[in-house]
RNA sequence: CCUGCGGUGGCCGAAUAGUUAGGCAACAGACUGUAAAUCUGUCCAAAGUAGGUGCAAGUCCUACCCGCAGGA
């Protein structure tokens, strides 16, 4: 299959790797490498249209399975699209449901994270195979977590019980393109299944061609019904799955970029385990990060743009643009912002080491005059200190959410604005080390 | 003055006489395609006071102190 508009997006400036480059889309034009805000159920939490566009956001992200539940697809279609419905006439980029197929699923059953962060998973990862490790509390706990799966993944799609209201919903790959194609999404998802580092390389086998199968039919139904769509000059993008493995990650690579797509989301759960060759006393989230982006990015073609889903971290952001990742999208900042951990620069003492966050809540801050980042000029950092903020968080105030949402998405957005100029500028390694004090040695990249 | 009810951590509040109540607050931490304004730890004890009965009393008995309600 050929790409079908090879020309929605430029690169107009690399430096190494990294590249800094102008996406077009229906709803306007996207200056890449960008951060997507997340806006799952049709809204950024606590976050209005203004505030978005007033921090930089050019782009959000909408949740197929989310709005498909509620209040429904077509209700939205009916009042006009999601555009209207929630007023962002900004491009939406609509996830396909595929990660709740993980979150509701495989995350609870393994209990596992997307990112694991740390290797202190391995007595769980133990558990995954009943045969070698009979431990009778861990199999209970292993049954247990089964009993609260709210999903399935079978050969025709995932199978949801909603946690809404218990009611069974079947996703197929043509039902996430067409409530993508309902919503008016710019860029749509092909629906994936992602792997969990728990899942035997049998398993992981199958699912990978399960989601060949699904990412194929998404792109015929996509190609089929696109003109009768809310927004005929959608976008598709194919997304590269995979596990912790260069290998797999490779082929998957060139798999994927084979089939003709928009663009390329690099997706799966990020950690890894015994059963895929990591050295568990040795690996960090970052390494899986950094790695996979490393070995896959080679493999697709350089006019597509790359998305990297769910990753947001700031150092993991310094690692994927250095891999020429141009998109990113996560809950993380508004998240953070509403559990009070806020984000600080290097000016501000933020390290790899505290994630680049203060806990609002702690007493330091008690008499704090100091703004959040005394080098942010977001609104929040504008007008209010971190004594205020505290007291607004631990009063639970409104107000906190949004203050603390837009000052988290602000400190992102101008994160990666800093590092496209610096990619224009041919000095974004300068920059990295300005931000990531301690890069040698922390991430590693595997061969 | 009489009658009734009640006095348990910083606060609220349980416990057929025998076991760590539990919340909130405080403190610390986590959070990566949002089942998240969520979750996880840590900290905290005492029985209003003085006696009595019992193997054993926050729990039963007596007196006193304090609070609340009603009455004179």
């Known amino acids: ?34 951060f997507m805000p997340v806006g799952t159920q ?17 782009i959000i992200l909408g949740n197929t399975y989310h709005l498909y539940l509620r209040p429904g697809s077509e209700l939205i279609k009916k009042m006009g699209g999601l555009h209207k419905f929630m007023n962002w006439d900004g491009p939406i980029l609509t996830d396909s449901g595929g990660f709740q197929a993980f979150s509701l699923g495989a995350m609870i059953e393994h209990g596992v ?54 009611s069974k919903h079947l996703l197929t790959p043509e039902k996430s393109i067409q409530v993508q194609l309902d919503l008016g999404s710019d860029i749509c998802l092909v629906l994936d299944e992602l792997l969990s580092p728990m899942h035997n390389s049998k398993y992981v086998a199958e699912s990978l061609s399960r989601t060949h199968r699904w990412e194929k039919v998404s792109q015929q139904y996509f ?15 194919g997304i590269l799955q995979g596990v912790y493995n260069k290998d797999i990650r490779i082929s998957e690579a060139k798999w994927v970029s084979a089939q003709g797509f928009d663009g390329v989301s690099i997706g799966g759960s990020l950690g890894t385990s015994q059963f895929w060759g990591g050295d568990i006393l040795d690996w960090t989230a970052r390494k899986a990060i950094g790695d996979t982006m490393t070995w896959v990015k080679l493999f697709i073609p350089e006019n597509l743009p790359v998305h990297a889903l769910g990753i947001g971290e700031v150092v993991n952001i310094f690692d994927c643009v250095e891999q020429g990742i ?23 003492g933020g390290t ?12 330091r801050f008690r008499d704090d005059p100091k703004q959040i980042d005394p080098s942010c000029n977001c609104y929040t950092c504008s007008n209010f200190s971190r004594s205020y903020m505290r007291h607004l968080f631990l009063s639970k105030e409104l ?9 988290n998405v602000h400190f992102i957005i101008q994160l990666t604005r800093l590092i496209r100029k610096s990619i224009l500028d041919h000095r974004f390694q300068n920059l990295k080390k300005e931000w ?3 890069y040698k040695g922390i991430i590693v990249t595997k061969n």
């Open 1 to 34: 299959m050929k790409k079908v508009r090879p020309d929605n997006f430029k690169i107009i400036a690399k430096d190494n790797l990294a590249r800094a480059g102008v996406l077009s889309l229906p709803h306007g034009l996207v200056e890449t490498p960008v």
């Open 223 to 237: 190609q089929k019904k696109l003109k009768s769509g809310t927004n005929p000059n959608a976008l598709l993008f």
């Open 436 to 438: 990531i004090q301690d």
């Open 352 to 363: 790899i080491l505290n994630n680049f966050t203060l806990l609002i809540s702690n007493s």
């Open 399 to 407: 107000l906190f959410y949004r203050l603390a949402s837009i000052h």
């Open 113 to 166: 994270k997307k990112v694991s962060s740390k290797a202190q998973d391995q007595s769980k990862i133990k558990v995954r195979d009943r045969e070698l490790y009979k431990d009778s509390n861990e199999i209970q706990e292993i049954e247990q977590r089964k009993d609260l799966v709210m999903s399935q993944v079978l050969d025709e799609g995932v199978e949801f019980k909603s946690h809404l209201d218990g």
């Open 42 to 58: 049709g809204s950024v939490k606590a976050l209005s249209p203004d505030d978005l566009k007033e921090n930089g956001a050019q």
């Open 326 to 348: 141009d998109m990113f999208d996560c809950v993380s900042p508004t998240r953070r912002a509403r559990n009070g951990s806020l984000y600080i620069s290097p000016h501000s």
